[in-house]
Structures are given as C-alpha cells and as structure tokens.
C-alpha cells in the first residue's frame, strides 16, 4: 500500500530533481515504480508509430526484409533436409535453390500460365498436380488466395510420394494487399491444426505458431528486419502470431 504523500524540504529535493532529469529517463523510472514495464496512464510514448498510416507500405519490401520473411527464411533454412529430390515450390523456386540439400528437380506452381511454371492454375480445383510425383512441396503464403482450402490440402497431399515433406506457410496478423488482388482467408492455429490434421492426420504434422506484439506492430508498420533488435522477434506469443509454419509429412505406403 501507497503511504501518504512526502512533504517538507526533502520531498521539495526530491521533486526538483526529478524535474530536472530527461523526459525519457523520467518515463523509465516512472515505469520501474510502477511494475512490469506498464506505462501509466496516458503515458504512453507511441513515437514514430503516432500516425494513421503505415512507415512503410507492402510490408516494407522497398526498405528490407519483411517480418513475416524473418519466419518463414527461418523456418524452411531448419528444414533444408526436406527440400529434396524433386520439389514442387509456388512462384518462384527460389527457396528450393536457397535452403534444398539434394535437388534434382524444381517445378514451379502459379496461378497463371508462364514461361517456368510447370503447373499453372487454381490449386483449389481437383486434378491440377500429378499423384505421388514430387518428394517435397514449399508452399509459403499462398492458402489465403484459395477459396477451397481444404481442397488444396488433399490436393497437395496427393502430389507428394509416401513419405513426402509439406513445407507450408500461413500469414495471421498481416496487412491486406492494396485492390482486388484475390485476398481470401484470415488463418488462426486452430484452423490451420483441423486443415492439415484431416489430411496428412495430427501424428504426422508439426506446426509452429511464430511471433508476438512487437513482431505484429513491426509488420502492420512496415518496419523491416534492419530497423531492430531481431532477439525481439524470438519470442513465441500465442496470442499474437504473424505467421503459422506447417511441416506435413504423407503416411508411408
């Protein structure tokens, strides 16, 4: 309990010092008198972040890396292993080429047709890839476009031989692209958890929640990875994921 406040000369010392220390080193110490790091009220300092627009927009891409891609880079660079033999890989095969030990061949997914796409369309729609062709699938970012997610999942599921690795992706807390750019779905875990587990079935999925207040706030704003301190980015709040990664493995024959 708080006793009452000081008077006297002392308290007079004690106030004008305090006055005369930095703005910034007050708020500190008014922080550690309080507990916890929680700022009174109407004490907060929003800084650079007091404003309705984002730092910068489509995630920061023109500053650095984005948040989201500090996840995802992460997660598939644990999982070079996987990327093996021959894989398939959405857009571009650039993770493939980065992080895959072993490959022999990339095939490339896309929704429309071009010149290095192997497989152009909707990845929602049945019969799109080969049966038990590829030995590894990365699929970073792209369920939110479909609008038949459950399809992709068994359809994925399909093309991978037994024993083949799904290294998938997810966004949670993210901006929406600008326009009608096909922007469908918002994932949480528990969607992505009943997705793949009807499919690929809970013992042989593994999936990673990834960020955390400071991480969301980061990537709303278009903050990118060259701004901070990345130890921030490290810790796991279920309450505040970016990004949810997926590792799925199909049964065995």
Not at 23 to 49: I, T
Not at 52 to 76: C, K, N, Q, S, W
Not at 151 to 168: D, E, F, S
Request: aromatic fraction near 10%; charge should be neutral.
């Amino acid at each position: 309990m708080q006793g009452p406040p000081q008077t006297g000369p002392r308290a007079l010392l004690s106030g004008m010092l305090r006055q005369a220390l930095p703005a910034s080193l007050r708020l500190r110490l008014r922080k550690w008198r309080l507990g916890l790091g929680v700022p009174p009220v109407g004490g907060v300092d929003f800084g650079d972040l007091a404003r309705t627009t984002p730092i910068a927009p489509h995630y920061g891409y023109l500053r650095g890396g984005a948040v989201d891609r500090y996840y995802i880079e992460g997660f598939l660079a644990r999982r070079g292993a996987d990327i093996r033999g021959r894989v398939l890989e959405v857009a571009t095969a650039i993770y493939a080429r980065a992080y895959g030990q072993g490959v022999s061949q990339v095939d490339e997914l896309d929704s429309i047709p071009g010149p290095n796409v192997a497989f152009a369309g909707d990845i929602g729609t049945e019969g799109l890839l080969p049966s038990d062709a590829f030995d590894s699938i990365v699929f970073t970012q792209t369920l939110q476009y479909v609008f038949e997610p459950a399809v992709a999942v068994a359809q994925l599921y399909r093309a991978l031989k037994p024993g083949g690795v799904l290294l998938a992706t997810i966004p949670v807390i993210t901006p929406l692209e600008p326009g009608d750019n096909g922007w469908l779905w918002t994932f949480t875990p528990k969607v992505a958890r009943r997705l793949f587990h009807a499919t690929f079935g809970a013992e042989n999925c593994s999936i990673e929640i990834h960020g955390n207040v400071f991480a969301a706030t980061c990537y709303l704003h278009g903050i990118v990875v060259e701004d901070i301190d990345t130890k921030m980015l490290e810790p796991v709040d279920e309450c505040y994921p970016v990004t949810i990664a997926i590792r799925a493995v199909k049964r065995a024959a």
